[in-house]
């Protein structure tokens, strides 16, 4: 079994925190991207929205996500050493590897058992390992993390004009 990735929060504070710390990589991304098509002054202005901001944190955050990648026997045995977690599998039940994220904090989700349980979002694979990585990443930030680095997760933190792009209005 391999682990890789950075990100794996304890709790969905730590979840905020770390989404946070995202915003100044999201907009550095954003403007060398912008730089790297051409964008003027004005164009930039234009097209870099808030929104444009966000989707590179939320992209950011999901692509650093720490995902265990195994065959499909290591992730029964990790399951069943960690029975506080219910699998949340995406793809075939024939095919060898499987990656995946577990969620450290309760998710509120209707597919979790209601007293704490946690989830551990799984994607299968048998050639594509780098897609699968992608596909599970996506779907652990959209099943757990989004609701919690929002806005109504954010405890009343404007986490989208944190992301805003007005103070970049200016650039390239």
Do not use: C
Request: proline share 5%.
């Amino acid at each position: 079994m391999d682990t890789e990735g950075t990100l794996a929060p304890a709790t969905a504070d730590e979840a905020r925190a770390e989404y946070d710390e995202l915003v100044p990589a999201a907009k550095v991304a954003v403007r060398e991207a912008t730089k790297a098509m051409g964008f003027d002054r004005e164009e930039y202005a234009d097209r870099v929205t808030g929104e444009v901001v966000e989707t590179v944190r939320d992209a950011l955050f999901a692509s650093l996500l720490r995902v265990h990648v195994g065959t499909r026997a290591e992730f029964d045995d990790w399951l069943a050493d960690h029975p506080e977690y219910e699998p949340d599998v995406a793809g075939s039940d024939n095919v060898d590897n499987v990656v995946w994220h577990p969620v450290a904090f309760p998710v509120d989700d209707p597919a979790v058992d209601a007293d704490g349980g946690r989830l551990a979002i799984a994607a299968t694979w048998q050639a594509e390992r780098e897609a699968a990585l992608g596909t599970l990443r996506r779907r652990a930030f959209g099943r757990a993390y989004r609701a919690v680095v929002s806005d109504d997760g954010a405890d009343g933190d404007d986490a989208g004009e944190t992301a805003g792009a007005a103070d970049t209005a200016d650039e390239p």
